[in-house]
């Protein structure tokens, strides 16, 4: 009776207890793991999205600003514990310290804009931000260059346009632009030769936001407003990004019209019976404003032949086609047949081109280019064997 | 020949030894009982006590294991210093340090710096120096061994390795 007695104090008092902490351990032990599944599964459903941006605001007297945006795309709460600027040539953190080492929650489905710019004071190369979550996730940006402290792919965001309209061939005109303020602008002046009266420039210069005075010179000194059509004042003033461009419209160059020179280069002497050619080549004067395109049929319809000529033979092919200041081409090459002579006595051709009004137009101004006359006589020998 | 038994005489028994003995008997079989059976419950008592102890150290060992977490944050190859912090729910003490090449195999656990304890805070966040550092070209990995703190015997190096968990950050 005792020994059963015993025997029941002993299940009772060890086996059952060792059981019951065996059961307690283990159910403990299976918390634990179901904690730190859901603690995995919580850290794997993390998905934080980090975007840079840069902002300009130097009319706020705010500076450049770099921005980081956090979007917290996962159906969980975010804590960032801290965020990372790191270098990424050097592998190290900028600054040796975490850029921000304030808590952030950002909420699922939503964003959150921080200022970061204090980190990268006078920082240049590239950088990449890396966000540590409270539960352990690290989450980088895309690496971005930046050039003294600023962003360099927000450097200049808007694209200030200056057009120079009607300038005079052979000038120079500078185009300088001084920025006010916070403002900047690349380039800062830029010079055009003119190639032809009354041509048009556009040219276009990335720029922040503020206000930039635009000057406009020609050979070197400030056009004055007698000299401007539009706009009233040089220099021209424009804020972007409310305005964008700026137009100088020059008063427009008066063109002349030159006069052509025409000539006609025949050989001297020809057999009778014989075809040759013979070719018409036109000069512009060097004082010419613009090109001129050749007016081909008027010159070839101004050709008169007289002498021992066989009618109805004369052809021409036109070449040249446009002809630039100071230049000379050959506008037509023409055939023709001289005509047998009756008797052994040589005989001639003369072939004469009438001065024109219209031997050309001008490409800009759409003005007719007159032209001079030219004659040239040819001897026309008899053959030998008559 | 016929015996006679005479009747004991009255009002007196006669006194014999006999009870005394059964008495004696049954007095050391019960002391011998209770005496084996109290051995018998300090015995239990003292295996299931051992028993308990051991499992307790066993499921804490697990359960720390499953507790610990290590992230390094940060990295300076420059000045091979390591940024790191615990979001776990135990201290954890750092055993080693290296940063390698990633074209190259890990090199284990190498004891290469003084164990250094980084509480369980995911605000607190620690430096680690004096990594060491193997030749090659960049990528590098930079590894850390870790265990819980408590687990940690400065004299059983093997023990600890079996409790020791990796953490890794890449750094280019």
């Known amino acids: 009776m005792v020994g059963v007695a015993i025997a029941i104090a002993i299940f009772f008092t060890t086996l059952v207890p060792l059981y019951l902490y065996m059961s307690t351990l283990h159910n403990l032990y299976s918390n634990e793991l179901n904690y730190r599944r859901i603690r995995d599964i919580d850290r794997a459903t993390e998905s934080l999205e980090i975007a840079i941006e840069g902002t300009v605001i ?18 969980l709460m975010i804590r960032v514990q801290r965020i990372w600027a790191m270098d990424v040539e050097e592998a190290a953190p900028i600054g040796n310290d975490p850029c921000i080492q304030t808590p952030i929650d950002v909420s699922p489905g939503w964003n959150t804009s921080l200022r970061i710019d204090q980190c990268l004071t006078n920082f240049t190369g590239r950088a990449q931000f890396i966000a540590v979550t409270e539960r352990g996730r690290l989450f980088a940006s895309t690496p971005v260059l930046i050039v003294g402290g600023r962003l360099a792919s927000g450097l200049y965001p808007y694209t200030l346009t200056v057009s120079v309209i009607n300038m005079k061939r052979g000038d120079e005109y500078t185009i300088l632009i001084s920025p006010q303020g916070d403002a900047d602008i690349q380039p ?25 005075l635009v ?3 020609e050979n070197g000194e400030l056009i004055g407003p007698g000299r401007l059509i539009a706009p ?21 160059t008066e063109i002349n019209p030159q006069t052509i020179d025409i000539e006609i280069m025949a050989p001297s002497r020809v057999l009778e019976g014989e075809s040759f ?18 007016n081909h049929m008027a010159i070839q319809n101004s050709i008169t032949l007289s002498g021992d000529y066989e009618p109805g033979t004369l052809y021409c092919i036109p070449l040249g086609d446009i002809l630039t200041p100071g230049s000379t081409t050959i506008a037509l090459r023409c055939n023709l047949n001289a005509a047998d002579l009756r008797g052994n006595n040589p005989g001639s051709i003369t072939i004469t081109i009438h001065a024109l009004s219209n031997a050309g137009t001008g490409q800009d101004s759409g003005l007719a280019y007159p032209s001079d006359s030219d004659s040239t006589s040819i001897t026309v020998r008899p053959q030998r064997q008559r | 020949m016929n015996a006679t038994i005479s009747p004991p005489p009255k009002g007196r028994r006669p006194r014999t030894s006999r009870g005394d003995t059964i008495l004696l008997a049954e007095i050391l079989l019960f002391a011998g009982v209770v005496t084996l059976g109290v051995a018998l419950w300090a015995l239990s008592l003292g295996y299931v006590s051992s028993q ?8 804490d060992r697990m359960i720390s294991q499953h507790r610990i977490l290590l992230v390094i944050e940060a990295a300076s190859l420059q000045s091979n210093i390591v940024w790191v912090s615990n979001p776990g729910m135990n201290d954890v003490i750092v055993l080693s340090c290296t940063i390698y090449p990633k074209t190259q195999p890990s090199p284990g656990i190498r004891y290469n710096i003084e164990p250094t304890v980084v509480a369980a805070s995911p605000e607190r966040l620690e430096t680690i120096q004096g990594c060491e550092r ?33 953490a890794r950050y890449e750094a280019r």
């Open chain 1, 58 to 75: 130097p009319l706020s007297g705010m500076g450049n600003q770099i921005r980081l945006v956090l979007k917290n795309t996962s159906p």
């Open chain 1, 188 to 212: 800062r002046s830029i010079t055009y030769k003119a190639t032809a009266s009354n041509e048009n420039i556009s040219l276009s210069f990335g720029a922040t936001a503020g206000t930039f």
């Open chain 1, 215 to 217: 000057y406009l010179l």
């Open chain 1, 232 to 252: 009233s004042t040089n220099p021209a003033e424009v804020t972007l990004p409310d305005y964008w461009n700026v137009v100088f419209i020059l008063a427009r």
């Open chain 1, 277 to 294: 050619s013979f070719d018409i080549t036109l000069s512009l004067p060097a004082q010419a404003g613009e090109n001129v395109r050749i």
């Open chain 2, 52 to 59: 308990g102890t051991q499992m307790s150290r066993e499921y």
């Open chain 2, 134 to 166: 193997y030749p090659g070209e960049p990528p590098y990995i930079v590894e850390l061994w870790y265990m819980p703190a408590h687990l940690y015997n400065r004299t059983d190096p093997a023990r600890n390795v079996m409790s020791a968990q990796v």
